[in-house]
């Protein structure tokens, strides 16, 4: 119950084109869902975080979508740029609840 | 605001040697986590302390992996004896509260056993 499944493993996307990475979850006590987004040889980094009580969360390319029901979230990332090229990692916590990683999109933009 | 600090970045050990990492989390900062990142996968937790309390240590092999953190800022995570499969990044972080709150990663700490 504590895990977050993550698909796909890795993804080649066209300049200006949309990135889409989801993921699913099990435990009903999690009520807050960040993504991070990870460069090689950094720590991640919080790009963008959704709580249940929305279905979505736009911030300039990056959107999170939410759906309670299917307990399924998603990163759309669009007009998809090189510098987004990285690994990114959905989490999922709550209150008396750890951080848990998804296994992470190795994402590559193609100039 | 200065980030979280880690050091050493890079180590590589002989198996059977010991090696610790030291983290300074953000200023303020009352619950820090250890995390434990193998290639290609995602943070695992390690340890969590709130103030210089240990909140969770469930995945912590504890025969081999010690951690502490005095007066409730720096913490400290030592692996003694390492064995092949500890070779990873260590990544420290923290936030202000335990649950539900942005945490803030550090640049981690990237260790080889050979």
């Known amino acids: 119950q504590q895990q977050v499944k993550q698909s796909p493993q890795s993804l080649i996307v066209q300049k200006g084109g949309i990135s889409i990475i989801n993921c699913a979850y099990e435990?009903?006590?999690?009520?807050?869902f960040p993504w991070y987004q990870q460069f090689p040889g950094k720590g991640p980094a919080l790009l963008i975080a959704?709580?249940?009580?929305?279905s979505e969360k736009k911030e300039g390319r990056f959107t999170i979508s939410f759906n309670k029901s299917a307990k399924q979230f998603s990163l759309h990332i669009m007009d998809s740029q090189p510098g987004d090229s990285a690994t990114y990692f959905c989490a999922a916590s709550g209150h008396g609840q750890n951080f848990v990683f998804g296994p992470g999109t190795r994402l590559s933009v193609l100039p | 605001e200065a980030g979280v600090a880690q050091s050493p970045r890079y180590k590589i050990i002989e198996k059977r040697q010991s090696v610790a990492f030291w983290c300074n989390p953000i200023?303020?900062?009352?619950?820090l986590y250890w995390y434990q990142q193998i290639l290609g996968q995602g943070p695992k937790l390690l340890i969590q302390?709130?103030?210089?309390?240990?909140?969770?240590d469930s995945q912590l092999p504890k025969d081999r992996f010690s951690a502490e953190r005095l007066k409730g800022v720096d913490s400290t995570l030592k692996i003694q004896p390492a064995k092949l499969e500890d070779s990873a990044v260590y990544l420290c972080a923290s936030s202000h509260t335990s649950s539900g709150n942005t945490i803030y990663f550090g640049e981690g700490s990237w260790l080889t056993v050979v």
């Open positions: 302390f709130q103030n210089n309390g240990v909140v969770d």
């Open positions: 435990n009903t006590a999690f009520d807050y």
């Open positions: 959704i709580r249940p009580d929305v």
């Open positions: 200023s303020g900062h009352a619950t």
